[in-house]
């Protein structure tokens, strides 16, 4: 058994984090969660009992990054300056896409993944797309590059769920996949189905999904495919949303109606779909996802960095749909950031303040995601889930004298002290125990780009 007494821990169901929390974990799993003391701040005094770990300032549940495409992380700093939107952001993007390989994919994934370990993620949900090699060729093992990732998250220390997205068309019109883009592509959804069928990885920090990337990659008679594959073997499955304007015209144009509607119609929406970003739905789009339970993932650091828009968060919580969170293109990998964002940028959009408690930001950083990436048994600190344990420190220049319920508003991914996974320890004192994260990630991203 392993033991750990938190100076404050955030308990399930609680308006606020409690004091001098024991916490006690056998084979990867919370056996037991004990306030020690029933007042509002910790006890004077309270001594480490036993061989237990001392965990100082705020312990939360693991943190989960339901959206990733690894690699954008290479482009970080490169992309920011200068005029420019979504879509010339996105030709840069194809520029790294087209360099990786199976060796240089594992190792900028597993310096981008223990970069989030230091962050406190304990599972990451990596939207997965540059499947083939340059032109489209399979590797001579055509889950080559799945494999990489599955690879460098068990080398970052993290879970991962491989979200394996199906990516044929270049474009609503169903335009022929170009250039970088048909490393993307499986040819139709069926061999899309019997590539990720032969993908069958038996470790213990892998779980599956599928993910149609966009109304703008696969076609619309072949979105039951997808949804059906996902459904028949009970996974999750996600896809990118209305993240632009211009995907919503192009859709009518081609459609008569709205992405969301398009999914709505082919049988993908449904409490195991996550719709990435949502952020320009129609009024009827949000009562689709929400009257669905669609959960929507929420991806506001990139959202702002690709100057996509707000997305009407309220309404869509309001309207039934679980949120949850993603750091998507890595401009910024800090979950409290996007967590304090989805109420920072409603304020923005209405001019009005408080629009999500913090509970709801913890609930949409740990139990939602987790949920959302086929992990129902983990994100709380609760006996039987898993023993994954985020500790933030209390005493930094950023989070001194803030009271541990404000954390999601106070707190950077620096702040992070210790990160355990299934009762792993993978961070302490701020560093990760097998990665040296600067180290990694520069030369990683300078052979990606090389
Ligand atoms: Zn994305």
């Known amino acids: 058994m392993t033991r750990w007494l938190a100076e404050y821990a955030w308990l399930p169901d609680h308006a606020e984090p409690t004091p001098d929390v024991l916490i006690e974990a056998t084979d990867g799993r919370l056996t037991a969660v004990t306030p020690l003391t029933g007042g509002g701040s910790p006890a004077a005094g309270v001594e480490v009992l036993g061989d237990a770990t001392r965990l100082p300032g705020l312990t939360l549940p693991g943190l989960a990054n339901a959206h990733s495409h690894a690699f954008h992380r290479a482009l970080r700093g490169r992309t920011h300056d200068g005029r420019g939107d979504f879509w010339s952001w996105r030709d840069l993007m194809y520029s790294v896409a087209a360099r990786l390989d199976p060796d240089s994919y594992l190792a900028l994934a597993r310096a981008a993944y223990a970069e989030m370990a230091l962050a406190g993620i304990t599972c990451v949900g990596e939207f997965h797309y540059l499947h083939h090699g340059p032109g489209g060729t399979p590797y001579d093992d055509p889950n080559a590059m799945s494999a990489a990732l599955v690879e460098a998250a068990a080398h970052a220390g993290i879970r991962l769920t491989l979200l394996d997205a199906a990516y044929l068309t270049g474009g609503v019109d169903g335009a022929e996949l170009v250039g970088p883009q048909r490393r993307f592509g499986d040819g139709d959804a069926l061999r899309w189905a019997e590539r990720v069928d032969a993908f069958r990885p038996a470790d213990e920090h892998v779980r599956l999904g599928a993910a149609i990337h966009s109304v703008r990659a696969v076609p619309a008679e072949q979105l039951a495919t997808v949804a059906g594959w996902a459904d028949r073997h009970g996974l999750p499955l996600h896809v990118h949303l209305s993240e632009q304007p211009a995907e919503n015209d192009a859709c009518r144009a081609a459609h008569g ?194």
Do not use: N, Q, Y
Request: hydrophobic content about 40%; overall charge negative; charged content about 20%.
């Open 257 to 450: 109606c709205t992405p969301t509607r398009l999914l709505a119609d082919h049988g993908v929406l449904g409490r195991h779909t996550t719709a990435v970003h949502a952020t320009h739905p129609t009024a009827g789009d949000v009562a689709l996802l929400g009257d669905s339970r669609t959960g929507v993932c929420l991806c506001p650091t990139t959202e702002r960095d690709l100057a996509d828009g707000i997305g009407p968060a309220r309404r869509m919580a309001e309207a039934g749909s679980p949120l949850s969170l993603g750091s998507d293109s890595h401009a910024v990998v800090d979950l409290f950031e996007e967590a304090r964002a989805v109420e920072l940028d409603e304020r923005l959009r209405t001019r009005k303040r408080g629009h999500f408690g913090a509970v709801e930001l913890v609930t949409a950083a740990t139990v939602t995601g987790h949920a959302a990436l086929g992990w129902g048994d983990a994100g709380r600190l609760a006996v039987g889930d898993r023993a994954d344990l985020v500790t933030v420190r209390l005493d930094s220049a950023r989070t001194a004298g803030v009271p541990p319920v404000g954390v999601f508003f106070a707190a950077t991914a620096a702040d992070v002290t210790h990160v355990v996974v299934d009762g792993r320890t993978v961070v302490a004192d701020g560093r990760h125990l097998t990665v040296d994260v600067p180290t990694e990630l520069g030369d990683s991203i300078a052979a990606a780009l090389s």
